[in-house]
């Protein structure tokens, strides 16, 4: 398998543009994650499925922030409006429910808000 | 809420030595803790994953322990060579959870 996929890696958009971050989770994984991660706060988990289904959204900081999982091979994270603060790095993760969890994570993608 | 701190928040050592990075965690009730790699500009590379009923965990030359009671662990790092400088990151999976919580991370520098 190819791990997760995240596109894209790099984007700069102007404040109050909408912003749409993409993941491919690894095949046969049921849970997938979002997180964001900032100097100041390190890794902050944003939401995350299970089958599809959103199980815990209590980290999305605002309504702005929105998630998508329309079928197993496919998830997004909406931004609308950007603003600066949400510059990040957006990381994506997926994991099998086993035994001998362990989380599996992608390149991530670089947000800039200017 | 689980709280998970990483000291040293830096470290520089010279290539050879062997080195601990510590990690502490408020609730002992995790179901798994794991110890991850990630390079500057690069995603998370997992190092080491420990369950809940194991002391420890080796992969070549790195070992990470953990003491749930006392809501610690440890990666040790023997021999250390310029290609480890990274930043390390622990994090625990809780036990009535399913998403990770992340430590800050030791950022390490290894110089020749």
């Known amino acids: 398998d190819a791990g997760v996929i995240q596109s894209p890696r790099h984007e700069v958009t102007e404040m109050g543009q909408e912003v749409t971050l993409r993941c491919k989770p690894i095949?046969?994984?049921?849970?997938l994650f979002w997180y964001r991660q900032t100097m100041m706060r390190g890794l902050e988990l944003l939401i995350y499925?299970?089958?599809?289904?959103?199980?815990?959204d209590s980290g999305m900081p605002e309504d702005r922030f929105s998630a998508k999982m329309p079928n197993a091979s496919f998830s997004t994270l909406k931004i609308q409006p950007s603003e600066p603060r949400d510059s990040a790095v957006y990381f994506c993760?997926?994991?099998?429910?086993?035994?001998?969890?362990?989380?599996?994570f992608g390149q991530g993608t670089r947000l800039t808000v200017v | 809420k689980q709280e998970v701190t990483q000291i040293p928040a830096a470290l520089s050592v010279p290539e050879g030595e062997n080195l601990v990075l510590n990690c502490s965690f408020t609730?002992?009730?995790?179901?798994?803790l794991q110890w991850f790699r990630q390079d500057p500009g690069k995603g998370l590379t997992s190092l080491l994953l420990?369950?809940?009923?194991?002391r420890e965990q080796t992969s070549g030359r790195l070992n990470a322990s953990l003491d749930k009671s006392s809501g610690r662990s440890t990666l040790y790092i023997a021999a250390s060579q310029p290609g480890d400088s990274a930043t390390y990151l622990c994090?625990?999976?809780?036990?009535?959870?399913?998403?990770?919580?992340f430590g800050k991370g030791t950022s390490l520098l290894v110089t020749p």
């Open positions: 993760a997926s994991s099998r429910w086993t035994g001998n969890t362990e989380a599996f």
């Open positions: 095949s046969g994984h049921d849970y």
């Open positions: 499925f299970n089958n599809n289904v959103p199980i815990d």
């Open positions: 609730d002992s009730a995790i179901y798994n």
């Open positions: 420990i369950q809940s009923s194991q």
């Open positions: 994090a625990v999976l809780p036990s009535e959870g399913y998403a990770l919580n």
